[in-house]
């Protein structure tokens, strides 16, 4: 009886050495996706809403680290009604074609102030790769934080013309709020 406990515990017991790969689900009405760009030389703020997708993360298991989310593009909000059904377009977005943009990580590795995820962006029929910087903060309690920003280039994407009065270049900011 001894024996069999002893080898139960020896290999069938996780080490206390091995990471441990957290599943964290996306508390989407407490996340945020901002982006800014310049239009006609002034500030132009908006939002998307809706975050789903899958993160598995911890830091001391980068390797089968992942992210996978994705946005419905008729979230766009500027704060202005017209602007955001223009934005959801055929010749912005066109929401009804491609209704959702997507990011999915295909590597995760530390970096100076946090981390980065490698992957592929997906904005209409266009895919990207990108490295994403990000931070993870524990909020305590199986909750947490991950927040990062990056730059794109709208034109990478088919995201309007070059004549429409908007700059090229697009600020994202991201928090997103986690619980496992």
């Known amino acids: 009886m001894k024996l069999t406990l002893i080898y ?11 990471p441990t790969l957290e599943n964290w689900s996306i508390v989407a009405n407490k996340s945020q996706i901002n982006f800014t760009m310049k239009h006609k030389k002034k500030d132009l703020e908006g939002k998307v809403e809706g975050l789903q997708g899958t993160i598995q993360f911890s830091e001391n298991d980068l390797v089968h680290s992942s992210i996978k989310v994705a946005v419905a593009v008729n979230t766009i909000d500027t704060g202005v009604t017209d602007r955001d059904e223009h934005l959801r377009k055929g010749d912005f977005f066109d929401a009804v074609k491609f209704p959702q943009m997507s990011f999915e990580s295909t590597g995760i590795r530390k970096a100076e102030t946090g981390f980065v995820a490698d992957g592929i962006l997906k904005i209409k029929d266009q895919s990207k790769v990108i490295s994403l910087p990000f931070t993870f903060e524990s909020t305590g309690d199986k909750n947490g934080i991950f927040s990062g920003s990056f730059t794109l280039n709208r034109m990478d994407f088919g ?13 994202v900011t991201f928090m997103i709020s986690v619980k496992s």
Do not use: C, Q
């Not at 139960?8 to 091995?18: A, E, Q």
């Open 8 to 18: 139960s515990l020896l290999f069938f017991s996780p080490s206390p050495d091995l």
């Open 159 to 171: 995201v309007g013309n070059r004549s429409d009065g908007i700059e090229n270049e697009v600020t």
